[in-house]
């Protein structure tokens, strides 16, 4: 990510959760309910921003699991840490997963509402498969909304290479990269394709 995007999400920041109205509890729970994430499973977070997602991801793997949530935006990650530090399951990282090491071997790693923000997504998928994800690990790729809705966002900001494709499409494409990949959910709430090897 250049610093120009950085800057960009540290100055949303404070503002983010007021005006990050797709991911209400219903739909996130109605997302990460078709995840099958277990107790004691070890879960990747990237991308977390404000950390939306940690709380809910903490009950379901209990006290024998953990999360780690990983932001570049150390604007994002503050908020996140302020919210959900207390959590004795979750540790916070800010570092860019595209580009630094990640500690660690995951069940599951997340990319919520990230997907679009990556500069190389087959090779970080291949690195992610690599060096972080169990041998049974999946990797997520998921939205509490349609494609249509991320693409208009996106438009507005004037970021027409954040284009998302269909989840099919998108699905098709990580197959070409020589993944499996599957669809989950593709309706106007849910966008959610599990990918693995």
Do not use: C
């Amino acid at each position: 990510m250049t610093q120009s995007e950085i800057d960009f999400f540290d100055a949303l920041a404070p503002t983010w959760d007021d005006n990050e109205v797709r991911s209400t509890p219903e739909r996130i729970i109605s997302v990460l309910g078709k995840l099958n994430i277990r107790m004691g499973m070890d879960i990747l977070d990237l991308g977390t921003g404000t950390g939306v997602l940690v709380p809910y991801l903490s009950e379901m793997v209990g006290d024998n699991g953990h999360i780690t949530a990983i932001d570049l935006s150390e604007g994002m990650l503050s908020l996140a840490r302020k919210k959900y530090g207390h959590l004795k399951n979750v540790g916070f990282l800010n570092i860019d997963f595209e580009e630094e090491q990640i500690p660690g071997k995951y069940d599951v790693a997340l990319l919520y509402s990230v997907y679009p923000h990556l500069h190389a997504p087959s090779d970080t998928l291949e690195w992610l498969f690599k060096m972080n994800m169990k041998p049974d690990g999946r990797i997520v790729i998921a939205f509490p909304s349609d494609e249509e809705f991320i693409n208009n966002i996106h438009h507005e900001r004037k970021a027409e290479h954040d284009h998302l494709p269909p989840a099919h499409m998108l699905a098709e494409m990580i197959r070409h990269w020589g993944f499996n990949a599957e669809v989950l959910a593709a309706t106007p709430d849910e966008y959610i394709v599990e990918i693995g090897i």
